[in-house]
C-alpha cells in the first residue's frame, strides 16, 4: 500500500509539472496580445498631422456652423455665401461702388419699402409687418472683445520679444511674415485681400478634408527638409549672432 501511494504521488507530481508551462504561455500570449494594441495605438499616435493638429478638422475650425459652412455640410448654405461675397466683390471691385452710398442706399431703399408696406397694411385693414427687434447679446459681445483683447496683447508680447533679441527664429519668422503682407498689400486692396481669405476659407479646408492623408505625407516631407536648411542655417549663422538679455528674474 505504502509503494503504491509513493507511486500515485510520483505519477501526480509528473502530470502537474507540464502544465505550469502552459500556464505560463498562455499568460504570455495574453501580454503579447495586450501589446498589440499598444504599438498599433502608438503607431497610429505618430501619424504626421499638418500644424500637429489632434483633432478633426471640422472640431479645429470650432465644431459650429461657421464649421458647417467651410466644411459645405450644408451645400445650399455655403454656396450661397459664397455667391452673396463674390457680388459684394464685384459691386465694390469692379463696378466702383462706394461702401458708405451702398449701405445708406441699402437702408433708405428698405425703410421706404417698410413705411409703404404699413401704410398700405392700414389702408386694407391687414396686420402690419412683423420687424423684428434686433439686438447685440452682452455676453456675445464681452466675449469678442475679451477674445480680441486676448488676441493684441499676444501680437504685443511677441513683438516686445522679437525686439528685445531673445528668439532669433521668431525674430525671422515676424520679419518674413510683415515683409510678406505688405507684399500683398501694395499688390491688392484690403477689399479684394478679405475677398481671397473669405474664398479661401470656403475652399482649402473643404479639400484638405477630401485629401488630408495626401497632403500629410507631402507637409511631413517639406517640414523635415525645412528643419534640416534650419539647422545648417542657424549652425553657420543664427548660433553666431549674440543674443538679447535673458527674461527679468522674479524676485
Avoid at 459691386?91 to 462706394?98: D, I, N, Q, S
Wanted: aromatic fraction near 8%; proline fraction near 5%.
Amino acid at each position: 500500500m505504502a509503494e503504491h501511494s509513493e507511486e500515485s504521488t510520483v505519477t501526480e507530481m509528473i502530470e502537474e509539472e507540464p502544465r505550469k508551462p502552459v500556464g505560463s504561455s498562455s499568460s504570455s500570449d495574453s501580454g503579447s496580445d495586450g501589446e498589440e494594441p499598444v504599438q498599433s495605438s502608438s503607431v497610429k499616435a505618430k501619424v504626421y498631422r499638418l500644424f500637429g493638429r489632434e483633432k478633426p478638422v471640422h472640431q479645429v475650425l470650432g465644431g459650429s456652423k461657421p464649421a458647417d459652412v467651410m466644411l459645405w455640410r450644408d451645400k445650399k448654405i455655403s454656396a450661397g455665401a459664397l455667391s452673396a461675397a463674390t457680388a459684394i466683390w464685384v459691386l465694390f471691385e469692379l463696378v466702383g461702388y462706394h461702401l458708405l452710398t451702398f449701405v445708406c442706399h441699402g437702408l433708405i431703399l428698405s425703410v421706404v419699402i417698410l413705411f409703404l408696406w404699413s401704410k398700405a397694411c392700414t389702408f386694407i385693414n391687414k396686420s402690419p409687418p412683423r420687424i423684428p427687434e434686433v439686438r447685440v447679446p452682452e455676453d456675445q459681445a464681452v466675449q469678442v472683445a475679451r477674445t480680441l483683447r486676448y488676441e493684441i496683447n499676444r501680437a504685443f508680447a511677441v513683438l516686445r520679444e522679437v525686439a528685445l533679441g531673445r528668439d532669433v527664429k521668431k525674430f525671422l519668422t515676424v520679419i518674413a511674415g510683415l515683409w510678406l503682407l505688405s507684399m500683398v498689400g501694395s499688390s491688392v486692396n484690403f477689399l479684394t485681400l478679405v475677398y481671397v481669405l473669405f474664398v479661401t476659407l470656403h475652399t482649402v479646408p473643404v479639400l484638405y478634408e477630401k485629401y488630408e492623408d495626401k497632403v500629410d505625407a507631402a507637409a511631413e516631407k517639406a517640414m523635415a527638409e525645412i528643419k534640416k536648411q534650419y539647422a545648417v542655417l542657424d549652425d553657420k549663422v543664427l548660433s553666431k549672432i549674440p543674443r538679447g538679455p535673458l527674461k527679468d528674474k522674479k524676485h
